[in-house]
């Protein structure tokens, strides 16, 4: 009994994570740095807003690894396009009243992650349909980082997905540097403890590293659920938390 149990659990272990894998982990480490933000005002000792700040962090790299993935196997880039800033739109409303609940602002100004991700979107399909030079590389990530200024993740996420863009396997140390850098500059700007916690990027490494690029479980519900999941329990959270505090 014991040695058969061993088993399954080397199995599993063992086994590469498809897609949906990867997706169900994004989901749930966005959905802990999402829960622990909008509930601040109501429990956030500093242990708490540690832990949910860095596995917050695992999110992003996982969603550029998927979005360059789903770039290079989509039929149509017009339509994966389309798709996600139809996502991106529907998620204005639920993301700015959220995200404002913790602030005085009635709405507040930051664009969401689906914004950040569809500009990184079009920064790759101009890259792969331009072929450009390193130099225009260059040019095309500015304006792409210029465009996210005012966006969550901005410029760290329109690095990722470019690196990510250029070399499916991004090396670790790339993801080390990037982490590591944004959590200096950010201590140095802000002195607040919580700027490291963008080392939780760091996590996603062994994530990414036992993929095997295949879809795995999939249907139109799920190839959709992802871009549904966002702004819909940022919907349900937001109602949560105003019941609680009623």
Do not use: C
Not at 38 to 56: A, E, V
Not at 97 to 112: F, H, V
Request: glycine share 4%; charged share 15%.
């Amino acid at each position: 009994m014991v040695t058969k149990l061993k088993r399954n659990v080397e199995n599993v272990l063992k086994r590469k994570l498809t897609s949906f894998d990867l997706k169900i982990i994004a989901i749930l480490a966005m959905t802990i740095n999402h829960i622990g933000f909008i509930f601040k005002d109501i429990y956030n000792p500093l242990w708490w807003q540690i832990m949910y700040l860095t596995i917050g962090k695992i999110t992003f790299p996982i969603m550029a690894y998927l979005l360059n993935l789903g770039f290079q196997k989509t039929k149509s880039k017009m339509r994966y396009i389309i798709r996600l800033g139809i996502y991106a739109l529907i998620s204005i409303i639920p993301y700015h009243y959220t995200i404002s609940i913790n602030t005085d602002a009635t709405i507040y100004p930051l664009n969401n992650i689906l914004f950040t991700l569809i500009i990184g979107l079009l920064l790759i399909t101009i890259l792969d349909k331009l072929k450009p030079s390193k130099m225009m590389q260059v040019l095309f990530l500015i304006i792409a980082s210029a465009l996210t200024f005012n966006s969550d993740w901005n410029i760290i996420g329109v690095l990722i997905i470019y690196f990510f863009y250029k070399d499916s396997k991004i090396e670790s140390k790339t993801l080390i540097i990037i982490a590591t850098t944004t959590s200096i500059i950010n201590f140095i700007a802000t002195l607040d403890i919580t700027s490291f916690t963008y080392l939780g990027i760091i996590l996603s490494i062994p994530i990414l590293k036992n993929t095997n690029d295949e879809r795995g479980y999939s249907n139109n519900l799920i190839k959709h659920g992802f871009y549904i999941y966002y702004p819909l329990h940022l919907s349900v959270l937001f109602i949560l938390h105003l019941l609680i505090n009623r």
